[in-house]
């Protein structure tokens, strides 16, 4: 996805993109970084949630919630798969 240029355009991002598998690149500090891969399940007004593959990853079955900043601050990366 391109990289929005304030909150409501992350929202925007995201909420459009519901249902469809995204690669998620989460930055954990110090230059080490996680990628999962999953589907955009829900979006709520301050965050939203993806629910990993349970093929593709070690956290089958897992949701995971990121702030829409967490995007702005490119502290978590989504691309769609």
Known sequence: MKQPANLCA???SVARNIGKRVKVKTNQGRNRFDVAEGVIRETYPCVFLVELEPVLSEEAG??????????LT???ELVLC
């Open 10 to 12: 992350a929202y925007n």
């Open 62 to 71: 897992k949701t995971m919630s990121f702030s829409y900043t967490d995007v």
């Open 74 to 76: 490119k502290d978590v």
